[in-house]
């Protein structure tokens, strides 16, 4: 076709798809995505005051699609003309028909989020096309059951372990299978292996390498006569030496002739300050009651707190909160003194045991992948906790039923796991045997939910675009024409 300056047409196989941007009447940069349709496209663009006019629409096929292409507002775009405003594509591409999809046999279901953690949606996905059938504007599983309803021929269900999505396909479609997904299954495993970890955390220090025991010291220098009194409290001890100047203050003022009365008050004491210090002969006397190391009620937990300190427990209030239970009648606030002691002493500079999360990481991963030093350090630990070896068994057990697809040995290894003490494990093992027959068909069918779950990625990107332009409307047709 002949082009003139300032406008242009696009021949009848629409080569090139039309964007461009244009301002509103406040100023505002707006991105205009132009549509090009696989069965019509759009002939030419005109430009016309502020907004974007289209202008004949060209067939060509029976391939019905869309395409929008976004550019930057203000980037220029060869041969065409801007008009009619920018809200002009948007009620086109709403007035665009459905596209006509046939009914799935295999539909997998996941939720998006339009508000994350308020707000959620649900996306289903024909798995053997990979291409989204429908979005749905909330993860209810009355929606879900609905729409299952509405497709009698969904012969497989492939989800995650949400029981709304449980719920819903049960309703729905109760002929069809359902299928766990692998992935949010060994990710529900890794979890429940980290927490048994850190409930053993104590068996981690295997790892760390013995400290030999420090030579004999040199013999210190000896001290002056008046420290050898076998005090508590040396010279240079902030209470001691206040001790030791008041007694020696009143003591010079009753051998001057002084009265007791007239020492308290010269000296600014109470009477009964004085006459402490007057009939101590010496200042160690005076070092009595709460400077000593009397009897606790603490005593009987310091070992209990000493092994909690160790795993790396170091909250006071948590700690306050376990010894309570075991018979603890003290306050919170001697507990917290007693952590308080332990931060301030000086420690031994030691190498710290690896993290749960580091070891768990060596039990999930496969065996021929870990390092010769990985390997080494978990067999350690293995051999020291019979209970961290037991885990390892039962993770690499699992491992082996999703590689190789052995769904038959779910119920053994959920007997396995219940004959053990491993309550994470115990846990997992109660939400798998509720689900039981999704999880055998997971692990043993070849559907999984790997396809529904990129295109949750792509909603997200869609969303972004222009979620908050038109909402849940111009995001599902944008969803299900642009696949």
């Not at 053993?200 to 050898?228: I, K, M, N, W, Y």
């Not at 005076?286 to 707190?305: A, E, H, I, M």
Request: some cysteine.
């Amino acid at each position: 076709m002949p082009s003139r300056q300032g406008g242009s047409h696009r021949d009848s196989a629409c080569s090139e798809p039309a964007a461009s941007s244009v301002r509103s009447g406040l100023g505002r940069p707006a991105v205009i995505g132009v549509l090009r349709l696989a069965g019509e496209c759009v002939t030419s663009v005109e430009e016309h005051g502020q907004g974007l006019r289209l202008g004949g629409v060209q067939r060509h096929g029976d391939q019905r699609g869309t395409e929008l292409v976004d550019r930057v507002p203000g980037q220029a775009v060869r041969g065409e003309r801007l008009a009619q405003r920018r809200s002009t594509v948007l009620r086109l591409v709403d007035a665009l028909p459905e596209p006509e999809v046939p009914a799935p046999r295999v539909v997998g279901v996941d939720e998006y989020a339009t508000r994350k953690g308020r707000h959620y949606g649900t996306v289903l996905v024909d798995v053997e096309t990979r291409r989204p059938v429908d979005l749905l504007p909330d993860r209810e599983a009355s929606s879900l059951a609905a729409w299952l309803a509405d497709r009698p021929s969904v012969e497989v269900v492939c989800r995650d372990r949400a029981p709304f999505f449980a719920d819903g396909a049960t309703a729905g479609a109760p002929q069809a299978v359902q299928v766990a997904d692998r992935w949010h299954l060994w990710h529900n495993l890794s979890e429940a292996t980290e927490r048994s970890v850190a409930q053993h955390r104590r068996c981690l220090r295997a790892l760390v390498p013995t400290v030999p025991e420090p030579g004999p010291e040199p013999e210190p220098e000896a001290v002056p006569a008046a420290d050898s009194s076998g005090s508590p409290w040396p010279r240079g001890h902030r209470f001691a030496d206040r001790t030791r100047a008041r007694h020696a203050a009143v003591h010079a003022l009753l051998t001057a002739g002084h009265s007791r009365r007239s020492v308290q008050r010269q000296l600014g004491m109470t009477y009964r300050t004085v006459k402490q210090l007057a009939d101590a002969a010496t200042p160690e006397e005076l070092f009595t009651g709460q400077w000593q190391n009397r009897p606790s009620v603490l005593d009987d937990y310091k070992p209990y707190l000493d092994d909690r300190w160790s795993e790396g427990c170091t909250n006071a209030w948590k700690l306050w909160e376990e010894i309570v239970p075991l018979g603890y009648k003290g306050s919170y606030q001697r507990v917290r003194a007693n952590l308080h002691d332990k931060r301030t002493s000086p420690q031994p500079v030691t190498a710290r045991p690896p993290s749960p999360r580091t070891v768990a990481g060596w039990i999930l991963r496969r065996p021929d992948t870990l390092t010769e030093t990985e390997q080494l350090q978990l067999k350690a630990v293995r051999t020291h906790c019979s209970k961290l070896d037991a885990l390892t068994g039962y993770v690499r057990s699992f491992a082996t039923m999703i590689t190789e697809r052995q769904g038959e040995r779910v119920p053994d290894w959920l007997d396995a796991v219940r004959q053990d003490d491993l309550p994470s494990l115990h846990t997992l093992a109660a939400g798998i045997d509720r689900d039981r027959d999704a999880v055998i068909a997971g692990l043993t069918l070849p559907w999984s939910s790997g396809a529904v779950e990129g295109h949750v990625n792509r909603i997200k990107m869609l969303k972004r675009q222009m979620y908050g332009r038109a909402g849940f409307s111009l995001l599902r047709k944008r969803v299900l024409l642009a696949s």
